[in-house]
């Protein structure tokens, strides 16, 4: 069966200072890799995908996300983040030839100033 | 453009009662989907339509849950019978239906069950 775990359900920083965001996903077969946010009050959002090639992949705002096979991860950072930034953050796999996406259950990240 | 519709916004019904909930996608889209969303977890895969029909009903949890999407656009999901435990904030999004098009999801219906 697939799952995608995201390991903290909150995560609080300073303005300006970095941030990971962990997902790990078990999968017996190939998955394409997610990360959806959700800004306050408003819907689901694609952030940034993974599907194939190279294994880093960005996003227009400054997050990138590096799938790790062996590491069964795909972790998003962002080398310094902005008030702008806080959201629930969303870890989602799909397996290849499938169309479902499967979840994690969320990572909140604050930003204080 | 306008993005993906989703009516009512909140929906408070009686335990035992019947609701719908309706979906608008963006036009064009074949692909739809709804999840369930319920408090501190992520969506939940609930069906997926390609076109008119269910390519995929695997997540609804019971036989009180049914969806259609009749003419291949807006889609209705109908809960009967409901519980407490049906609240959640119900997703749907759309894709144009390719493998790995990205999902527009809708701002979700907030469904209580009192």
């Known amino acids: 069966a697939q799952s995608v775990t995201q390991l903290d359900s909150q995560v609080p920083v300073f303005e300006e200072a970095p941030v990971e965001l962990r997902c790990n996903y078990s999968?017996?077969?190939?998955?394409?890799l997610f990360w959806y946010v959700q800004y306050p009050n408003q819907g689901l959002q694609l952030l940034l995908k993974?599907?194939?090639?190279?294994?880093l992949v960005e996003s227009i705002n400054g997050f990138e996300a590096e799938f790790n096979k062996s590491q069964t991860s795909f972790h998003l950072r962002k080398p310094s983040v902005h008030i702008s930034d806080t959201a629930e953050y969303f870890c989602?796999?799909?397996?290849?030839?499938?169309?479902?996406?499967?979840f994690g259950q969320g990572t909140r990240l604050t930003i204080n100033p | 453009g306008a993005g993906v519709s989703q009516t009512p916004s909140n929906k408070v019904t009686e335990k035992g009662k019947y609701v719908e909930l309706r979906c608008d996608p963006i036009?064009?889209?074949?692909?739809l989907y709804w999840y369930r969303q319920s408090l501190g977890q992520g969506p939940e895969f609930l069906i997926y339509?390609?076109?008119?029909?269910?390519?995929?009903d695997s997540g609804l949890p019971n036989d009180r849950f049914f969806a259609v999407r009749p003419e291949g656009s807006v889609s209705t999901l109908k809960i009967q019978r409901t519980e407490r435990g049906d609240s959640a904030v119900y997703l749907c999004a759309s894709s144009a239906g390719q493998y790995n098009s990205p999902l527009h999801f809708g701002n979700g219906t907030r469904l209580t069950v009192t």
């Open positions: 989602a796999a799909q397996l290849q030839g499938a169309q479902k996406l499967v």
């Open positions: 036009s064009g889209h074949t692909a």
């Open positions: 999968s017996s077969v190939s998955v394409y």
């Open positions: 993974y599907l194939s090639g190279s294994t």
């Open positions: 339509f390609q076109g008119t029909g269910a390519a995929d």
